[in-house]
C-alpha cells in the first residue's frame, strides 16, 4: 500500500489547513460570536460554499475537527490484538478513531477555547458520541 498522499488529498490538506488556521486566528482576533464563515473562507483563500465542504460549523473549523473514521490500519491493529481482552481491543480501537476526529493539536486548542467558549463542549461530545 502506497502510504503517500495523492496531489488531490495533498491540495484537500492544504485547504483544511488553511481553513482551521483561519478560524483559529479570526476567533482569537474578534471572539467566535463576532466571527463569521465568510470571513474565515475570504482569509483562507476560499469560497464560502467550500468552507462546509470541511467543516459543517465554525466551531468545528476553530477546534479542527474531522469525521471519525475507521481506517484499515486500525482494523489491522485491531486484529494484532485479537489475544487481548475485548475491553482492552474495543479501548484502544475507541482511541484511534478518535484520534482521527480531533487534529494535531487539537485537544490543547480545545482546552483554551472550551474556557471561554463552553459551547465547545458540546461539540467536541457530538464528535466523541459518532
Known amino acids: 500500500q502506497n502510504s503517500e498522499l495523492t496531489l488531490r488529498e495533498r491540495r484537500r490538506e492544504r485547504t483544511w489547513k488553511a481553513i482551521h ?18 470571513e474565515i473562507a475570504e482569509q483562507a483563500g476560499i469560497s464560502a460554499r467550500t468552507f462546509f465542504n470541511y ?24 486484529r494484532g490484538r485479537q489475544d487481548s481482552y475485548i475491553f482492552d481491543r474495543v479501548v484502544h480501537l475507541m482511541l484511534d478513531i478518535t ?7 487539537g485537544y490543547e486548542r480545545f482546552c483554551e477555547f472550551s474556557k471561554e467558549y463552553p459551547e465547545f463542549r458540546n461539540r467536541l461530545k457530538v464528535y466523541l458520541m459518532k
Open 21 to 38: 488556521e483561519a478560524a483559529v486566528d479570526l476567533v482569537k482576533k474578534k471572539g467566535l460570536k463576532q466571527t463569521t464563515t465568510d
Open 55 to 78: 467543516f459543517p460549523t465554525k466551531e468545528d473549523a476553530v477546534l479542527g475537527l474531522r469525521e471519525p473514521q475507521v481506517t484499515p490500519a486500525m482494523l489491522e491493529a485491531d
Open 99 to 105: 484520534s482521527t476526529s480531533v487534529s494535531s493539536g
